[in-house]
T-cell receptor, first 108, second 115 residues
């Protein structure tokens, strides 16, 4: 059974204070690891797909990395508008298995 | 282009009633997925469609839940004899092609409250 564990559950940062979110996973045959952002009352918004260990993807202040057991979402110099819940998901078969997310709050 | 559209956005109903939730996927997307998101829980997979067929129904929690997809487009999730534990946000997603590793794009969900 595929499993995803995200940590921390919640993270509070000051604007400009860089940090990382962790996603640990177990999956039989990784087809892809996905990062999403979810704002309150909205559906998850796709950010990145990573397919193999060593791969990295960047978008604005976000950078996602992947190893054989975990993925990190690095947030550099965050702004208040980066506040959201960040979800990690793995695809082993036809469906995604999601973690419970990390709720990020960035204060000005 | 238009994203995934779900309706209604909110639904309040009495225990024991049947409800229908609708999903309009992104045009041209052949794969469609239903998930449930409860407070404090992660997204829970319910059912997956490829075209009009559902090769994976393993996440449906009971036989009160069913879903169909017609014309390779719109999908309806039906919950019969609703129970209070069915209260949750029901999310629909679609993706392009037959490759399982294509990103899924989500609608904003239907918030279902059972009184």
């Amino acid at each position: 059974e595929d499993q995803v564990t995200q940590s921390p559950e919640a993270l509070r940062l000051q604007e400009g204070e860089s940090s990382s979110l962790n996603c640990s996973y177990t999956v039989s045959g990784l087809r892809g690891l996905f990062w999403y952002r979810q704002d309150p009352g909205k559906g998850p918004e796709f950010l990145f797909t990573l397919y193999s260990a060593g791969e990295e993807k960047e978008k604005e202040r976000l950078k996602a990395t992947l190893t054989k057991k975990e993925s990190f979402l690095h947030i550099t110099a965050p702004k208040p508008e980066d506040s959201a819940t960040y979800l990690c998901a793995v695809q082993g078969g036809s469906t995604l298995t999601f973690g419970k997310g990390t709720m990020l709050l960035v204060s000005p | 282009g238009a994203g995934v559209s779900q309706s209604p956005s909110n639904k309040v109903t009495e225990k024991g009633k049947d409800v229908e939730l609708r999903c309009d996927p992104i045009s041209g997307h052949t794969a469609l997925y239903w998930y449930r998101q409860s407070l404090g829980q992660g997204l829970e997979f319910l059912i997956y469609f490829q075209g009009n067929s559902a090769p994976d129904k393993s996440g449906l929690p009971s036989d009160r839940f069913s879903a169909e997809r017609t014309g390779g487009s719109v999908s309806t999730l039906t919950i019969q004899r609703t129970q209070q534990e069915d209260s949750a946000v029901y999310l629909c997603a679609s993706s392009s092609g037959a490759d399982y590793n294509q990103p899924q794009h989500f609608g904003d969900g239907t918030r279902l409250s059972i009184l």
